[in-house]
């Protein structure tokens, strides 16, 4: 464990068919560029691809120590990912369940309307900043201590935007509710 792995599949694609790093963490592990990945569980220090042009799809949990980065077209996460702080940049995001702790979760959808709920599953998170140039609804209801939100609406009179504890807030927001709203 605690060796690092840097991958260029340029094109290609890249599959994980069993556990990486089920025998010991790995360090770093960098996927440079790939048309498509796929793995099911991951534990490593940190886990970052830096481009992607098709779908990745994580089956199972993903452990890091540390900050979880995906760039590729679509991303589905079907399970769970932990770790310090998350950030995807995707038009076809799904999130899966989020645990990052007191770290920021960070979601560029592209034109994509984000259903937080939906794109983004149980979210465990000190912050969280979604952007798109689509609609922002949903339901989230963990405490957050910071809001950023960009998008085409952010909440509708059909459509509302729910969140939790929300320690600050920045954007133009109709349709929000907040268990403790300081906006």
Do not use: D, E, H, W
């Not at 990945?37 to 886990?47: D, F, N, P, Q, R």
């Not at 890091?64 to 769970?80: E, K, L, Q, R, Y």
């Not at 932990?82 to 702790?101: H, M, Q």
């Amino acid at each position: 464990g605690g060796f690092t792995l840097g991958l260029t599949a340029g094109t290609g694609s890249i599959t994980f068919t069993g556990i990486v790093g089920g025998g010991g963490a790995l360090g770093a592990i960098t996927i440079n560029s790939a048309l498509n990945v796929g793995a099911a569980a991951i534990t490593a220090a940190s886990l970052t691809q830096s481009a992607g042009t098709g779908t990745t799809t994580l089956g199972g949990v993903v452990t890091s120590t540390g900050a979880v980065s995906f760039t590729t077209s679509t991303f589905t996460n079907s399970s769970t990912i932990n770790g310090t702080g998350l950030t995807v940049t995707a038009t076809t995001p799904s999130l899966g369940t989020v645990n990052v702790g007191a770290g920021a979760v960070t979601l560029n959808a592209g034109a994509t309307a984000v259903n937080i709920g939906t794109n983004i599953g149980a979210l465990t998170a000190g912050s969280l900043s979604v952007t798109t140039t689509g609609a922002i609804s949903g339901t989230n209801t963990s405490a957050l201590s910071a809001v950023t939100l960009s998008g085409s609406s952010i909440g509708t009179a059909t459509t509302a935007l729910t969140l939790g504890a929300i320690g600050t807030l920045n954007g133009t927001v109709t349709g929000l509710t907040a268990s403790t709203p300081t906006a």
